[in-house]
């Protein structure tokens, strides 16, 4: 009797625990964006699936099913395109032709510009090369002479202007030049960035790494330690460099089982949180509030017009406070990671700017005053890596070039000159200044009816498009041929540094619109009824299921006639 009624309180234990699993499933399920990046092993499935083919010439300038005369516009202003690029970036594009072979990372970028089915032409035709020789102001001069804006910001590292790194450098060189390249022991310098980075964080504690890769690494890496747990969550489109564990969709060849991919700005997301026994961190991209749950917006991915972008201050600070709330509630490390926002938004960064505390903050980029670094501030007891009571229980963190001299000397240049009158008075009204910039281009690219507009956060500013098209991509080189110099993922980000005066603003701002006007006339924003987001990636399926099964069939063939017997 007593066996029959322990197996019973067995059962009904084991279906209790079942039941409870499940639920956390479901609930991690619902917690899941809809998006193939909200879903990374899903993303990197069909990515394996996903056929190359490209379009032949007619298919080029004619993939939206544009008539004859649009599709002979868009050829004549590709070719116009090609003929300046040709003439005006010579020199800068024959030395990257000759480099490209040898360098992996440039023959990734040159391929990753435009979607895949357009690239052959494109490479062909507008190549500016990949080469600047110097710097200047808010511009870029290239190995033929031609002087650009620069919008590209360097990936956010130029925030205040490359004239000014360059000071940070030299004088920062000039301060360690009797120590050199002398590590492991600090330089006296270290001790000025430390304390003034204690107090632009509100933070305890300080660790130097060699990027933003490795601060986020050392965050989730002692966030775990001290939590004994071992999960991670991310939410969904955020980029935290390309450590592994943080990138677990299309890009890593491995699963990353411990992530979570959560929805941004959704009760769902807390309400896993606050369930689960396992997350040990919350990592948080504040960029993302200009396009939360979606990727960076590169152009390669630009099928169609479907990017939206917005930044909604409240919003997103309300989201970030429930945040706190929970992860406070659930003992749950809250990492900010403020390599690219960082000193952008305010002095204080994105704990400054939405008024919310996290546990730990990673910086870098701008913070390097020049130099490559990454750096974490944290609580005291989240920052420590070894057990008073257990002596062998360490959580290790090394790095040869961490806090070397001359990044190090940068840097206190970099904070020391945070407290100069400029800059504060360049902090002052941030947001008006760049949010009026915006609404003034908006209005213009509005009265002249052009598809598109732009959204920022704060000096952070992307493109999106108001109508269907195919085509977006093409206004990288329209933007080109105007000057204006952006980074490989093209229109999806634009960052400006905050020494763009008014006057070098007005004058990008008459080349957006110019650019955006060529464009226009050339034919690329043509479209019809029949022409939506929805019929754009319908026909982009139907193109990739057909030339999916045309390969396996010429893959069995080639397996029959292999495989025959001898006749
Ligand atoms: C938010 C964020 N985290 C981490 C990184 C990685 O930094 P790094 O490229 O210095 O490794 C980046 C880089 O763009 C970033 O934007």
Known sequence: MDAILALYTLGAVASAASISKLRSRLALSCAKHPSLPGHSRLA??????????????????????????IAALRRSGFMRLSGIFRERYAATARLTAEIEEGISDLQFTTAYRVPFQYRRLVREHLNAGAFVRSSDGVTLTDLDGNRLYDLSGSYGVNLLGYDFYKQCMERGSAQVRELGPVLGAYHPVVAYSVKRLKEISGQDEVSFHMSGTEAVMQAVRLARYHTGRSRLV??????????????????????????????????????????????????????????????????????DSARKAHFDRAAYTEWLGRLREVCSERDIVLIFDEVFVGFRLALGGAQEYFGVKADMVTYGKTLGGGFPVGAVCGRRDLMKRFRDDQPTNICFARGTFNSHPYVMAAMREFLQALDTPQIIHLYADLDAVWNDRAER???????????????????????????????????????????????????????????????????????????????????????????????????????????????VGAHSAQHRRATRPPA
Not at 47 to 67: C, I, K, M, Q, V
Not at 247 to 271: F, H, K, M, Y
Not at 536 to 545: D, K, N, Q, S, T
């Open 44 to 69: 990197r499935r069909l990515a394996s699936l996903a056929p190359f083919y490209e379009y032949d010439e007619a298919e080029f300038f004619g993939s939206d099913g544009a008539p004859q005369e």
């Open 441 to 551: 281009l908006n209005q213009r690219l509005a009265d002249n009816g052009l598809p598109l507009r732009v959204a920022n956060l704060s000096s952070i500013w992307t493109t999106y498009y108001t109508r269907a098209s195919r085509y977006n991509w093409m206004l990288q080189y329209y933007l080109r041929a105007e000057g204006l110099a952006l980074s490989w993922v093209g229109s999806g980000r634009l960052i400006f540094s905050l020494n763009y005066t008014d006057a070098d603003f007005a004058a990008v701002a008459d080349r957006f619109v110019a650019a955006a006007v060529a464009m226009q006339q050339d034919g690329w924003w043509w479209a019809d009824a029949s022409v939506t987001n929805e019929a754009i990636r319908r026909r982009i399926l139907r193109e990739m299921i057909a030339h999916r099964l045309r390969r």
């Open 234 to 303: 991310r939410f969904c489109g955020a980029y935290h460099g390309w450590w592994g564990d943080v990138q677990p969709g299309i890009g890593n060849p491995v699963p990353a089982p411990e992530t979570l991919t959560l929805r941004d700005i959704d009760e769902r997301s807390l309400r896993v949180l606050r369930k689960r026994r396992d997350i040990a961190c919350v990592l948080v991209n504040p960029l993302q509030a200009l396009h939360p749950n979606a990727n960076a917006p590169g152009d390669s991915a630009l099928v």
